[in-house]
């Protein structure tokens, strides 16, 4: 059937709109080019001919759309620094203000030669992958509670030629024994934990609170449990000379630091995001 992408974009939108889901072109021409299996940059921009099919997987994606389903969530990817990255409900969504810590991290790595690193809380793996494809030499291990997140991360990490020079592994780090599950130091740690407050959750926009698992958001009843937790077992993982990154939310960067300087690590720099508000705190041993 010959389609005029012009006017099925007008009606979509406002469909979109009128079930209360903010939308523009850019993002209906993803959907569109995924439904077809058509290269957005080479889609045409009139008219277009497409099968029944494909009309129907781009009017399903439209109803999860209307359902709150995040772009990235209907896509099966979400483009992070310099990769696309699978994701499913299981993960976090990569977030461009993470961005900055991956930045960061990648150049304190580079300037004091740190090769062994390891995340905890890899959801996606979007922020070690990233590292470990820049610095070609680097080994990493990746931690998550949950099995479902790992299987997304070991992917990512294969489609982007980093799995030979990662480990994955299950584990909760509020266990007593988790540092046994490693046996050797890092010059590195980042970690992007969860830290939102359990009451700011439902609070959430539903693209959010529906679609990013619960894991990766509850930070317990002040949004800091993760941070006190990992202040406790990050110390005794880093190398004397080494570095902890972390993402920190909206206001917590003064709490973030009191928590681990009194653990014995010593506060170095912050850094905002692309809204100006402290979004990453790094820390030396
Ligand atoms: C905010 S997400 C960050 C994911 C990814 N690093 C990113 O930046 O997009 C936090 C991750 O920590 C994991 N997590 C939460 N609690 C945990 C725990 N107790 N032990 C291990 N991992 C945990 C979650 O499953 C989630 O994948």
């Known amino acids: 059937m010959l389609i005029t992408i012009k006017s099925i974009l007008a009606e979509t939108k406002s469909e979109l709109v009128s079930s209360g889901i903010e939308t523009d072109d850019f993002e209906l021409r993803l959907l569109l080019s995924a439904a077809t299996g058509t290269d957005i940059k080479t889609m045409p921009r009139n008219q277009m001919d497409i099968s029944r099919e494909q009309f129907a997987k781009f009017k399903f994606m439209i109803s999860e759309r209307k359902q709150h389903k995040p772009v990235d969530k209907i896509l099966g990817y979400r483009g992070f620094y310099k990769y696309d990255f699978s994701v499913s409900t299981d993960v976090l969504t990569p977030r461009p203000d993470t961005e900055i810590l991956v930045e960061n991290a990648i150049k304190a790595a580079q300037n004091n030669n740190y090769n062994h690193i390891l995340e905890l809380g890899v959801g996606s793996g979007c922020i070690i992958i990233s590292i470990l494809a820049e610095l070609k030499h680097a080994d990493g291990e990746g931690v998550d509670i949950s099995p479902q997140a790992l299987q997304i991360a070991q992917r990512n990490a294969e489609n982007i030629g980093v799995s030979s020079r990662i480990k994955l592994r299950c584990a909760d780090w509020f266990d007593n024994d988790f540092n046994n599950n490693f046996n050797r130091k890092f010059d590195l740690i980042v970690s992007n934990p969860p830290y939102i407050n359990t009451n700011e959750i439902k609070t959430l926009a539903r693209e959010v609170s529906g679609y990013d698992p619960m894991l990766a958001l509850d930070g317990g009843s002040d949004g800091l449990a993760s941070y006190r937790r990992i202040a406790e077992i990050a110390p005794l993982l880093l190398e004397t000379g080494g570095m902890l990154f972390l993402e920190i939310g909206e206001g917590q960067g003064a709490d973030v630091i009191d928590i681990f300087s009194r653990q014995g690590l ?20």
Do not use: A
Request: hydrophobic share 25%; with cysteine.
């Open 266 to 285: 010593y506060y170095e720099q912050s850094f905002n995001d692309l809204s100006g508000i402290q979004r990453c705190i790094t820390f030396k041993k």
